[in-house]
Every structure is written in C-alpha cells, then in structure tokens.
C-alpha cells in the first residue's frame, strides 16, 4: 500500500516543482515592459480599494507595486523551496541525509540565483542583488523546514527502533 502512494506522489512533486520552476522562470525572463503590463491594473485597483478615493498617485502605486512583487517572489520561492526539498527527499529514499540535503541546497539556490542573473541579458530588465537575496533567503528557509522536519523524522524513528531492540 505504501509503495503505491509513493509511486503516484512521487511524479506529483516532480512535476509540481517543474512547472513552479518554469512559472519563475517566465515571469523573470519577461521583458520589463511585459512585467508592468502584467499587473499595473490589478495593483491600481488594489491601491483604489485601500485608499478610499479615487485619486491614487503613483508613488502609492509604485510602492504597492514593489511590496507585491517582493512578497510573490518570496512566496514563490518559499514553496519552491518546500516543493523541491520534500520530491528529492520522497523520491531518493536510498540516499542518505546529508546527501539529499547538499544536493536539494546547490539545486534550489542555483535556480535563484540564476533566474535573477540571467535578466542581465533580457532589454529593459535588470539585474538586483537585493531581489536574488530574497529568493536565496526564500528557498532556503523552505528548503530547511523541510530538511530539519525530516531529519528529526528520521531520528524520532532510529532513536524508538533501538530502544525496541534494546528491550527485546
């Protein structure tokens, strides 16, 4: 029974975390013009609803803006984080901790790092050192729940199996 839960959930992380991964990717490949586009009138009539009037200047929307955008790609990270962590350690059971762990760590930092390091390349994007933090800091606190949750698993269960086998 077990082995068939595993085997469903399995492609079920695998292909969760593929399209999180291509949803980043997207939305950091976009053109900045796209990127304005993309949300300027829900922000707008988001700043309308919190202010009650009608008269929204732009510094309120560009500071909406920013605080949306910041709070999304921790959102997104956090969960890619969560995500990446649990199908790496569902999936390579055979593994042992600590190679799980700096596997899962390279993997999911070298995605944010490099989904912000390649908007270099992209016209009218640029690259930010403070938004590349926020998702390292993201996707590692996502990914250290995880670890931390199954490291201590782990130890709950060898630490109970040799105080069975002790008593036997």
């Known amino acids: 029974m077990k082995k068939k839960k595993t085997r469903l959930i399995v ?17 950091s490949v976009q053109s900045g013009e796209d990127a304005k586009k993309l949300g300027s009138q829900f922000i707008s009539s988001l700043a309308q609803n919190i202010n009650d009037s009608q008269n929204v200047g732009e510094e309120e929307v560009n500071s909406l803006t920013y605080f949306i955008r910041q709070s999304g790609r921790a959102i997104a990270f956090l969960l890619l984080g969560i995500v990446g962590t649990v199908a790496v350690h569902v999936s390579c059971t ?12 390279f993997v999911l930092l070298a995605i944010a790092f ?39 698993v782990s130890a709950l269960k060898s630490f109970f199996r040799f105080m069975a086998a002790s008593h036997i």
């Open 11 to 27: 492609p079920v992380l695998w292909i969760s975390f593929i399209v999180m991964v291509a949803g980043i990717t997207y939305l």
């Open 94 to 105: 055979k593994w042992n901790w600590g190679i799980k762990t700096f596997v899962t760590a």
């Open 114 to 152: 490099f989904t912000e390091k390649v908007k270099i390349y992209i016209p009218s994007r640029h690259y930010s050192y403070e938004e590349m933090m926020i998702s390292m800091v993201a996707v590692v606190i996502g990914f250290l729940a995880v670890s931390v949750i199954t490291l201590t």
